[in-house]
Structures are given as structure tokens and as C-alpha cells.
T-cell receptor
Framework: EDKVVQSPLSLVVHEGDTVTLNCSYE??????LLWYKQEKKAPTFLFML????IEKKSGRLSSILDKKELFSILNITATQTGDSAVYLC???????????FGQGTTLQVKP | ETGVTQSPTHLIKTRGQQVTLRCSSQ?????VSWYQQALGQGPQFIFQ???????GRGNFPPRFSGLQFPNYSSELNVNALELDDSALYLC???????????FGPGTRLLVL
């Protein structure tokens, strides 16, 4: 059965800290790995990763995929209170068009 | 904002009732996917519609059904509501069935 596991489930840091969020996956006919940020309701798209070893960056956020180890990480440097959110990772299966989500990591950034 | 809209934003129903949730996809998108997100959990895939046809379904019973219209907007219908159906229902649209999905703000359903 397809599954995505995220760790840690929750994290509390102070502004300026660097955090690393982890995502492991087992997805049949894997096509890509996606990261979303969910603050209140709508998950907002961060990254789509399809190739191993190629880092994607957007400001203070970056992410990389390891297709051999079935693993991805999301890094946030110099965290700000506005980074407080639930971070979701999802595996995309070409079989069905569905996204298989992990449970999410709740990040709280304290001033 | 993604351009994906959902209605209503929230509603309360009682067990056994039926509910219809609506989603308007982003302009230029022909695929809509529906997800159920229980409190503290990640979204669970319900089904996807591509060009008005169902294009994949998750582990949800038949009382969860859907439609996609020629303008690519979509409805999610749930019959015989149960308490466990209380959740945030998210719809996501994409340009095709293989491209990035962008989510709407969701409908929060409470079943009493």
C-alpha cells in the first residue's frame, strides 16, 4: 500500500533557526514528490521534485529528492514567525493521478 | 491565491443527511481532484475528474460521488452522512491530470 511518512510530527524553534523536515515515501509508479505549506485551510504549493539530487530553492526554502533512498527533505533557513504552518509532503502516482499525503509536520516559530 | 474557489466555506449537517460541495477550477485547468482532511491528518484522496470523466478513486465508499461540468467546475456529493465525515474538504485543480495540483480554501463540514 502506498504511504508517505513525515518526521518530526511537530517542531518548535526560535526565529533565525534552521529547520529540516523529512519525508519518506513508498508510492507505486512514483512520478514526483510535492511539498505544500498549510497555514489555515488551503495548502499552498512550494516545490515539485522529480529528479534525484537536484536542489530546488525559493528564497529561504530549499528541497531535494533522493529516489534511491525514497526520501526528501525540506530546509528552511533563518526561520521567521510567518513560517509557522503545517508542512505537507505528497507522493504523486502516475497510476491514478492522486496525491498520497503524509500526516504533516507542524512547525511553530517563536519570536 | 490560486484561483480555485470552493463553496460553501463551512456548513453543519446532521447524520443521515446529504450534502453537495462545489469547486470552481483555475482558468485553463481541466482536472479537479477532491480530498478529505480530518483534523490533525494529511489530506486523503477521494477522486479525480479529468475532462468530465472520473480518473481515479481512493478508498471511499460509493456514497461519495462527484461530477465535473463542461466548464470544468466540479461537485462532491456525500449521501447518508456519518459523524466521521466531519472534515475539511479540499478541491485542487491542475492543467492536466499529470501536472501540479493547486488547492482551494476548502469547505469545513461538521456532521452532528
Amino acid at each position: 500500500e502506498d504511504k508517505v511518512v513525515q518526521s518530526p510530527l511537530s517542531l518548535v524553534v526560535h526565529e533565525g533557526d534552521t529547520v529540516t523536515l523529512n519525508c519518506s515515501y513508498e508510492v507505486t509508479n512514483f512520478r514526483s514528490l510535492l511539498w505544500y505549506k498549510q497555514e489555515k485551510k488551503a495548502p499552498t504549493f512550494l516545490f515539485m521534485l522529480t529528479s534525484s539530487g537536484i536542489e530546488k530553492k525559493s528564497g529561504r526554502l530549499s528541497s531535494i529528492l533522493d529516489k534511491k533512498e525514497l526520501f526528501s527533505i525540506l530546509n528552511i533557513t533563518a526561520t521567521q514567525t510567518g513560517d509557522s504552518a503545517v508542512y505537507l509532503c505528497a507522493g504523486d502516482s502516475s497510476n491514478t493521478g492522486k496525491l498520497i499525503f503524509g500526516q504533516g509536520t507542524t512547525l511553530q516559530v517563536k519570536p | 491565491e490560486t484561483g480555485v474557489t470552493q463553496s460553501p466555506t463551512h456548513l453543519i449537517k446532521t447524520r443521515g443527511q446529504q450534502v453537495t460541495l462545489r469547486c470552481s477550477s483555475q482558468s485553463g485547468h481541466n482536472t479537479v481532484s477532491w480530498y478529505q482532511q480530518a483534523l490533525g491528518q494529511g489530506p486523503q484522496f477521494i477522486f479525480q475528474y479529468y475532462r468530465e470523466e472520473e480518473n481515479g478513486r481512493g478508498n471511499f465508499p460509493p456514497r461519495f460521488s462527484g461530477l465535473q461540468f463542461p466548464n470544468y467546475s466540479s461537485e462532491l456529493n456525500v449521501n447518508a452522512l456519518e459523524l466521521d465525515d466531519s472534515a475539511l474538504y479540499l478541491c485542487a485543480s491542475s492543467r492536466t491530470s499529470t501536472e501540479t495540483q493547486y488547492f482551494g480554501p476548502g469547505t469545513r463540514l461538521l456532521v452532528l
